[in-house]
């Protein structure tokens, strides 16, 4: 058995999307009479987030979550040169009273209440679609680090949380998430309804929070239940401006919904459970098939041991960096035919195989937001230049007459064996020159993915281009290196201070 399986209760494995069709006819009733009436899925997360312990970080989750906080924290120091970050900000200094108490990326001196501060830093982290993706898709880290980041801020000098034990709450955030998602057969797939880190990511940053304010199990059941009434939102605001807000909100909500439940609101005893007639979290999901959480010391082993993070390395939506790899091959093909530079008149023909995803299938993008959602923008951008890179997306860049006209040239082709699927998916560019030459290239698993994850190095080089604008670079050295070693610290002002 393996451990995706062994920290699930009962024989089916719910973390293989494949399996779920023949737990779909499992009805609530049946469950129950397996286990005592306390024994839900509800209660179970509860008693799972309040106690799990250190301990229970393999090296490897350690290794690896810490690798997603550097990440998270350099995406969302880029993000907040945006606009969309400087609007958060501004809706948040004008229309609430101040609250010196929690950091704020990118601007010294300014301090929000923690749940507003949750919000703009999650902004910032998603405010250039820059941040981490897991399988099943979503934004796993910028729903949970700002709200990890805002609490410590807020509890006192004598209680602040230990490096080790910030980390467990931060990966308890990310568990949570992956384990509601691999319950649907639906959730493996590129989303169609809803946004998925506006569904999980408020139940990942409450169970963050609520591990972090070491609620009791009652509490931590209710505190995912609350979030779970501040979850949800439509896929229709990709690629705008409030796509950004998505990540912000799950945040703060679920920070508030941890709040909240540690001053003794309650909510549903079975969101997370399936019961027929009465919709709890299976209304985002209509294929959702819970199962309860085994405690930690039953053996439960975190996804993120079995499953790395995928790490961008430009920004925008994850698909792109399949067709942008296989685009780039291309480019290097035809320097190499001609005379050492290529021209968008060379080209007669662009074809582009790609899964069938509406959202991401933009001809003729308008603003940086709708071109990082463009499979036709980020191939041909690839196939001009070598490469994608943040400058892509600036007016300059977007506005060029010869990228233009590589636009003009292209086709989509949705084949078959190419499914909406951030694990199954490939890209295929396809140039057919003037000539009459045909030059291919493909990608199957890009330089980032959690099959191929980006090395240290790399990553911290993502890092320190992310930060040097906005923080010096002794300041950008220290966090790297208070990160890397975070699980020794007694206490977390090492981090939060680099970061006022």
Same mark, same amino acid.
């Not at 779909?24 to 005592?36: C, D, E, Q, T, Y």
């Not at 603003?367 to 990082?372: L, N, T």
């Given at each position: ?137 979503? *934004? #796993?880290?910028?729903? $949970?680090? @700002?709200?990890?980041? !805002? ?6 000098? %004598?209680?602040? &949380? =230990? ?31 809803? *946004? #998925?880190?506006?569904? $999980?990511? @408020?139940?990942?940053? !409450? ?6 304010? %070491?609620?009791? &199990? =009652? ?59 009465v919709a709890g979290f299976n209304a985002f999901y209509e294929d959702y098939v819970p199962q309860s959480l085994d405690t930690p010391n ?203």
């Amino acid at each position: 058995m393996n451990s995706h399986s062994r920290g699930l209760k009962g024989g089916l494995a719910a973390t293989s999307c494949s399996k779920l069709e023949m737990q779909k006819h499992i009805g609530f009733s049946a469950v129950l009479k397996h286990r005592p009436q306390e024994e839900t899925v509800t209660a179970s997360f509860g008693r799972f987030i309040n106690e799990v312990k250190p301990q229970h970080l393999s090296p490897v989750v350690l290794q690896r979550s810490k690798r997603m906080v550097l990440d998270s924290i350099g995406v969302g120091l880029i993000g907040s040169t945006t606009d969309v970050f400087e609007l958060a900000l501004q809706h948040c200094q004008h229309m609430y009273a101040a609250d010196y108490i929690s950091s704020v990326y990118g601007r010294s001196g300014v301090r929000l209440s923690p749940t507003l501060a949750a919000f703009v830093n999650g902004v910032a982290t998603h405010s250039m679609d820059f941040d981490d993706t897991w399988h099943p898709a979503t *934004h #796993p880290s910028g729903a $949970v680090l @700002p709200a990890v980041l !805002a609490l410590s801020d807020m509890m006192p000098a %004598s209680r602040k &949380p =230990s490096g080790l034990d910030f980390l467990l709450a931060f990966n308890v955030g990310i568990e949570i998430q992956g384990r509601l998602m691999r319950f649907s057969n639906e959730a493996c797939n590129i989303p169609k309804r809803f *946004h #998925p880190p506006t569904v $999980v990511g @408020p139940m990942g940053s !409450a169970a963050a929070c609520a591990r972090l304010l %070491s609620l009791d &199990p =009652s509490q931590c059941s209710h505190a995912l239940a609350i979030a779970a009434s501040l979850a949800g939102a439509p896929m229709a605001n990709a690629a705008t401006q409030s796509k950004p807000l998505h990540i912000g909100n799950a945040s703060r909500l679920g920070l508030e919904a941890a709040l909240l439940a540690s001053r003794g609101l309650e909510a549903s005893p079975l969101v997370l459970d399936a019961v027929a007639g009465v919709a709890g979290f299976n209304a985002f999901y209509e294929d959702y098939v819970p199962q309860s959480l085994d405690t930690p010391n039953d053996g439960h082993a975190f996804l993120l041991e079995e499953q790395d993070m995928g790490f961008k390395r430009f920004p925008a939506h994850l698909g792109m960096h399949w067709v942008a790899d296989a685009a780039a091959s291309v480019h290097k093909l035809l320097v190499g035919v001609g005379p050492g530079k290529f021209w968008s008149d060379q080209v007669q023909d662009i074809l582009l195989r790609v899964p069938r995803s509406k959202y991401i299938n933009r001809p003729f993008p308008e603003s940086e937001h709708e071109a990082r959602h463009s499979f036709q923008f980020n191939a041909c951008s690839a196939l001009l230049d070598g490469e994608v890179t943040v400058q892509s997306f600036t007016p300059w860049a977007m506005s060029r007459p010869e990228l233009h006209a590589l636009l003009d040239r292209v086709r989509l082709e949705h084949p078959h064996d190419n499914p909406a699927n951030f694990n199954q998916m490939y890209g295929e560019v396809q140039v057919t020159l003037v000539g009459g030459d045909i030059l291919k290239g493909r990608c199957d698993t890009f330089y980032g993915h959690w099959r191929n994850p980006l090395t240290s190095e790399s990553l911290r080089k993502k890092f320190r281009s992310n930060a040097e604008l906005v923080l010096p670079s002794e300041k950008i050295e220290r966090l790297i290196e208070v990160v890397e070693k975070l699980e020794k610290f007694e206490d977390c002002n090492d981090l939060l201070s680099q970061l006022h």
